[in-house]
C-alpha cells in the first residue's frame, strides 16, 4: 500500500505565473482534499474531489482551481501567482470523504514561493 | 476570525512527564474534532479523535478530552517520550459524514527533553 505522494517537493515561482502541483492518492482513497498552509499557520482548506467532482471549497479565490483523473490522483493550479501564495501546499486522501472513522492521510506538501 | 485556536505556540516536557496541549473553539457546530502531528518535511499524521458525544477518547499514551460547555478539548500525552517532539494541531469538523474539510489550529510545538 502506496502513501499520498506530492511533486514537486519545493517551486519558485515569480507573480504573476501558474503553478500545478500534483497528487497521488493513497491506494484505494477516491477522495483528495488540498490545504494551504502559510509559515505560523495551521492548514487551511482548499477544496476536496470526490470522485472527479468538486466537493466543497473553501475560502479561496477562483485562480485557485483543482481536477481529480479518473485513478483518482489529482492537480491543484493556481492562476495570477501573489506573493501571498507562498507556501506549503498538503494534499490529503481518504476513503469516501472521510466518513468517521476513515481518516484522512496527508502527502508530504509541496512548497511554493513565489518572488 | 480564527475558529480553532492553540493559544501555545510551545511546549517543553521532560521525557517520562505528562505533555499536555490545549484547544479552544469558537464555533458551536462544530461535532467531530481530532489532532494531528507533524514532523518537518513530513504531512500531518492522524493521533487521534473525539466525537462531539463523548467527553473523552483514549488510545494508548494518548487521550484527549474534550468539554463542550467551555469549547476546549484537551491532548494528553502520559508518558511523553523524545520521539512525540513534533508539532501538534488540533481541527474540527462540522460533518461527521465529511470530515475531510476540517479547521486547523495554528499549531503547538511540542519538545520532548531527556
Known amino acids: 500500500e502506496t502513501g499520498v505522494t506530492q511533486s514537486p517537493t519545493h517551486l519558485i515561482k515569480t507573480r504573476g505565473q501558474q503553478v500545478t502541483l500534483r497528487c497521488s492518492s493513497q491506494?484505494?482513497?477516491?477522495?483528495v482534499s488540498w490545504y494551504q498552509q502559510a509559515l505560523g499557520q495551521g492548514p487551511q482548506f482548499i477544496f476536496q474531489y470526490y470522485r472527479e467532482e468538486e466537493n466543497g471549497r473553501g475560502n479561496f479565490p477562483p485562480r485557485f482551481s483543482g481536477l481529480q483523473f479518473p485513478n483518482y490522483s489529482s492537480e491543484l493550479n493556481v492562476n495570477a501567482l501573489e506573493l501571498d501564495d507562498s507556501a506549503l501546499y498538503l494534499c490529503a486522501s481518504s476513503l469516501d470523504r472521510a466518513v468517521l472513522g476513515h481518516e484522512q492521510y496527508f502527502g508530504p506538501g509541496t512548497r511554493l514561493t513565489v518572488t | 476570525d480564527q475558529q480553532v485556536k492553540q493559544n501555545s505556540p510551545s511546549l517543553s516536557v521532560q521525557e517520562g512527564r505528562i505533555s499536555i496541549l490545549n484547544c479552544d473553539y469558537t464555533n458551536s457546530m462544530f461535532d467531530y474534532f481530532l489532532w494531528y502531528k507533524k514532523y518537518p518535511a513530513e504531512g500531518p499524521t492522524f493521533l487521534i479523535s473525539?466525537?462531539?458525544?463523548?467527553d473523552k477518547n483514549e488510545d494508548g499514551r494518548f487521550t484527549v478530552f474534550l468539554n463542550k460547555s467551555a469549547k476546549h478539548l484537551s491532548l494528553h500525552i502520559v508518558p511523553s517520550q523524545p520521539g512525540d517532539s513534533a508539532v501538534y494541531f488540533c481541527a474540527a469538523s462540522g460533518n461527521t459524514y465529511n470530515t475531510d474539510k476540517l479547521i486547523f489550529g495554528t499549531g503547538t510545538r511540542l519538545q520532548v527533553f531527556p
Open positions: 491506494s484505494g482513497h477516491n477522495t
Open positions: 473525539i466525537s462531539s458525544i463523548k
